[in-house]
């Protein structure tokens, strides 16, 4: 028999992404024969027992701010057994039914942490720029990171042809290489510098200089664009430009993208994308479900367990790695 849920808590965790204010309205409106409840600070507002409760005209005109109503953090003590206990006392205690948990890998790691202490229902909600979440075709935030990084570096494209001048643009993706390979494909990059094309532990330096050497030679002085991952090259673009300034003999600069690739409104496919997710994730609290993910994938809703989504089994679209190999391959 389902449980009866009469109180849903909400709270966005991790990096903050375009499109979560909209995947909070979403939940929020579909949850209107419960009482809502949003937790701030992610985790911490669990330990803190620091939260407000959500209602229609708080959630109404949010779906196009960036950032997120009830900010976000890291909580690197929710790791331990004690944290995850407290938190569970505090939601018993608020009598909290059901966590709609909004975030990352990492947040659904802390949620399944919860889940060991906490016998209430748990639904994770994708959200994140990396795009690197399995279980789902993508993940809110990450259209609009790329748009802005894209939008960056058409940018710097101008100013790289105008001195004929090498840059790398060094843009998100710790541990993928989503943001880079899109950005680098839709902006004609020269070189795309990521996880999936060059691990870091085999990180090769000749071949990103001869290819750099050997195009210019075919071309002449002309302006040259490469996308990088954070963390594809040891000491990041800025030492990788400087190194290849050296041994090239020609003048490179790193444009590091940072934070601003967070930020902003969220374009249309982010809040299409989190409006069904966050409704969808409420319909699911609905029907009993529990220690799941809400994403999609081929354009329809999909359930994942919680402790699959954070597994990093998730790839590239490899149809993009071999169009950017052999671009790489026809401009060198």
Not at 43 to 69: K, M, P, S, Y
Not at 168 to 184: P, W, Y
Not at 223 to 252: F, K, R, T, W
Request: hydrophobic letters at 40%.
């Amino acid at each position: 028999m389902t449980k009866l849920v009469k109180k849903i808590a909400l709270l966005t965790s991790g990096g903050d992404a375009p499109g979560m204010n909209a995947a909070i309205r979403s939940a929020t409106l579909t949850a209107h024969d419960y009482e809502v409840i949003g937790y701030k600070h992610g985790f911490n507002g669990l330990l803190d027992q620091d939260c407000i409760v959500l209602n229609d005209a708080d959630v109404r005109h949010i779906i196009h701010q960036g950032g997120t109503i009830l900010k976000s953090a890291r909580c690197p003590a929710f790791s331990e057994v004690q944290s995850s206990k407290i938190a569970a006392e505090n939601l018993s205690k608020n009598q909290i039914d059901a966590l709609i948990v909004i975030g990352g890998d990492g947040s659904f790691r802390g949620a399944c942490h919860l889940a060991q202490y906490w016998s209430g229902q748990i639904i994770g909600i994708p959200g994140t720029i990396d795009n690197d979440v399995d279980g789902t075709d993508h993940t809110i935030g990450f259209y609009t990171a790329m748009e802005t990084a894209l939008d960056a570096t058409d940018k710097i494209r101008d100013t790289a042809d105008a001195f004929e001048r090498i840059f790398i643009v060094e843009v998100m993706g710790r541990h993928s290489g989503f943001l880079a390979t899109s950005i680098g494909i839709a902006c004609g990059a020269e070189q795309i510098i990521c996880p999936e094309l060059h691990a870091p532990e085999h990180f090769d330096l000749q071949t990103i200089t001869q290819h750099v050497e050997s195009t210019r030679a075919r071309r002449g002085k002309s302006s040259y664009i490469i996308v990088m991952s954070e963390n594809s090259y040891p000491d990041g673009a800025v030492a990788l430009a400087h190194l290849l300034s050296e041994q090239i003999g020609i003048d490179c600069r790193a444009c590091v993208l940072g934070h601003i690739q967070r930020g902003g409104s969220p374009v249309a496919s982010d809040r299409i994308l989190a409006t069904k997710l966050g409704a969808a994730a409420v319909e699911a609290i609905a029907s009993g479900k529990s220690k799941l993910m809400i994403g999609e994938s081929q354009g329809a809703i999909a359930c994942i367990p919680l402790d699959q989504a954070s597994t990093h089994q998730k790839t590239v679209d490899t149809t993009l790695l071999k169009l950017q190999q052999h671009v790489f391959d026809h401009q060198g």
